[in-house]
């Protein structure tokens, strides 16, 4: 099995538990949004999810760049420069993560919120069905 099969298998799981991660955050702001959960406790179960995200993404980018997968690295940096971004101007607070309890019950904030869910939510469904062609492609030549 070669490296680049290898990678595309991994990138296949890893969006697997992306997909899985931004669906856990659609669900809690829009729990927020009907009120069956507090800011606290939206901003308690989603910072400590903020990090392995952007982790797990550099790694995935890291992988294809070392793999010398051109196409899958330049479909993947805008994202991450995105979530660099998105984490270097993040509000000052003690803890890890973007999410301000003060800040996220504004209805702008929580519109954009949940608006970056669903874009990520679908960025990473055609990441994954983009890896699935391409392991697919690998294996067959």
Not at 70 to 92: C, D, E, G, K, S
Not at 93 to 112: C, F, I, Q
Request: hydrophobic share 55%; proline share 5%; glycine share 4%.
């Amino acid at each position: 099995m070669s490296f680049e099969v290898f990678a595309f298998i991994l990138a296949i799981l890893i969006a697997i538990g992306l997909i899985f991660l931004v669906i856990w955050n659609i669900i809690a702001f829009d729990d927020l949004k009907t009120d069956y959960k507090n800011p606290v406790d939206l901003c308690n179960s989603l910072n400590p999810l903020v990090l392995p995200e952007y982790g797990i993404h550099i790694f995935l980018t890291l992988v294809f760049l070392f793999g010398g997968q051109w196409t899958a690295v330049m479909f993947n940096i805008p994202l991450l420069a995105y979530h660099i971004q998105r984490y270097i101007n993040r509000p000052i607070m003690s803890t890890p993560g973007l999410y301000d309890p003060t800040e996220v019950m504004n209805a702008s904030e929580m519109w954009r919120c949940q608006k970056e869910g669903w874009i990520k939510l679908a960025f990473y469904l055609i990441s994954f069905f983009y890896y699935l062609y391409r392991m697919m492609y690998a294996l067959l030549v």
